[in-house]
């Protein structure tokens, strides 16, 4: 159990400086030896558990999800719009997410090049689906391409964020993009009732592992 232990803990340092290094630097400039450097373990000990770059980058796409548990309430639309203003937020402090969001940007991988958005679009689409079970989309929206198009507008205003402010103003912009897309999604009598500003503090969040 002490030696599992301690292996959780390894795996996560170098993960969390592996987010670090790629989120300051970017993925391509990243190198393992300063990864290595950051995480305070040994090059053995980094390569028992990542056997390249490219299985650490796949690792932090995986779990750059994990701290997010988006809220359930009467409004799986406003359930949504408080979920991406979550993400909003935590793109400005956490590494880990910062780190996922520069990977996809700069990196594709070939057997599936939609890997770092894919958890994203899940997400969005299993709430967009039981926002339609509940009579909140409009007849004509399909929640997985409206999640797609969604993930993808997102992406783009977080990037546009990034350059303007660092991301300082990446919840105003999140509001816009909501004020702007809501009229083509959402049903006139559940549009009435959404704010796209979010319910902010209401929204739940889970601590990363350490």
């Known amino acids: 159990m002490v030696k599992q232990a301690r292996a959780v803990r ?11 290094v790629i989120g300051h630097r970017g993925y391509q400039a990243a190198t393992m030896a300063e990864i290595i450097q950051r995480a305070g373990v040994t090059k053995g ?12 980058a796949r690792a932090v796409i995986t779990e750059q999800t994990d701290p997010f548990l988006p809220r359930a309430s009467e409004s799986r639309l406003q359930d949504t719009i ?24 700069e990196t594709t991988f070939s057997e599936e090049p939609l890997a770092p958005y894919r958890a994203w679009t899940d997400i969005v689409t299993e709430l967009f689906s039981e926002a339609r079970e509940r009579g ?42 909501w004020r702007h897309l809501l009229p083509g999604l959402a049903a006139p009598g ?3 009732h959404l704010d796209p500003c979010g319910r902010g503090a209401r929204v739940s969040v889970r601590s990363r592992p350490r």
């Open 82 to 105: 408080d979920f991406t203003h979550e993400v909003a937020l935590a793109l400005r402090s956490d590494p880990l997410l910062q780190a996922a969001t520069r990977i996809a940007v």
């Open 190 to 192: 559940a549009l009435s």
């Open 136 to 177: 909140e989309l409009l007849p004509g929206v399909a929640p997985d391409r409206a999640a797609e198009f969604f993930v993808a507008a997102y992406m783009g205003v977080q990037l546009f964020s990034r350059a303007a402010t660092d991301r300082a103003d990446l919840p105003e912009r999140v509001t816009a993009l």
């Open 45 to 56: 000990a980094v390569y028992f558990h990542f056997t390249s770059k490219d299985a650490l």
């Open 10 to 20: 390894t795996r996560r340092a170098v993960l969390e400086a592996a987010a670090h």
